[in-house]
């Protein structure tokens, strides 16, 4: 990660203020798990945050002024998570991209709704965070209920017949997703043969794989974390197991096949259509590859959120939170993920999910369809 430069003005622990802000600054922040587990997706938040401040401020910045960037860590915490929405709110900061966990994105919402800031999640995908009427959120990615559908259509499209295990890790995100996939696959008449539960951080999944083992189970569905995640898969591999594994978004980084190697060839999960495919994404793809930035996994989807914010934001001739917020649910915005528009809760407007499949050399491609899917 890179370090970042610190001048003096730190609020709390898991907050970082990156330089003393001019008056005519405007401070805007991205949140997410910078530390813990899961960094490896704080940091493809905070590339794509920098980016769309680089580029947003060379374009003039907003109303005229630049934008400065601060940097909240969550580590995946509620708790942390909370604090630093917090910290935002009395900061005054208008707007924060944020945060990745849902179990994050939901506590520090009801901060930044206190204190009069408006929050895009580019990653947090649990139905509640949009759910509960509040003003101030708004998320570029789908949702879970979106997500499991379409894991548990290509689960009754291509293991019909077969013994399919549902396991979670009892987040907020794991135990949402795995409980949506399972609520569609049984309305699609397939039962699961088992549904299981681990604790985030484990190492050892011994007992779980020999229950995988002992039922037979042709596709094991995980809701949860890439690394939980890549380690179920290794030791089901060292038993000898060929199950097959199907997650959600929170594979989509290459760290999960660093944890894997070979053995994570043919594992499956869902995602968005990969936006460095995407024309409106091709000049700023280009940006990233030439400073050797792969803008994989929410790195494009933190851009994006930058650029509704900043477009709705001048549309409404205010940073005011609420008077943005009204204008984000009227219109429709040009981004690097497409255009987007949002529902009266703060969803986007269109369906968000293909399954992807990871090859042995540790690269991810789309399911091609097949016929009549």
Sequence with gaps: MKKMWLAGLALGAGLTFSGPALAQD???GVAGPMTGGEATFGRQMRNGA???????NAAGGVLGRKLKLEVGDDACDPKQARSVGEKFASAKLPFVAGHYCSSSSIPASEAYAEGGVLQISPASTNPRFTDRNLWNTFRVCGR???QGAVAARHILRSFKGKNVAIVHDKTTYGKGLADETKKAMNKGGMKERLYESYNKGDKDFTALVSKLKLNKVDLVYIGGYHQEAGLILRQMRDQGLKTVMMAGDALADKEFASITGPAGEGVLFTFGP???KKKTAAAIVQKFKAKNIDPEGYTLYTYAAFQVWTQAVAKAKTTDGKKVAAVLKGGSYDTVLGKL?????GDITILDYVVYQWDKSGNYSELAAKPGS
């Design 144 to 146: 879970d209920d979106q």
């Design 341 to 345: 528009s949002f529902d009266k809760k």
């Design 26 to 28: 405007i401070a805007v």
């Design 274 to 276: 990969d936006p460095r």
């Design 50 to 56: 920098e980016q769309a401040i680089a580029d947003i």
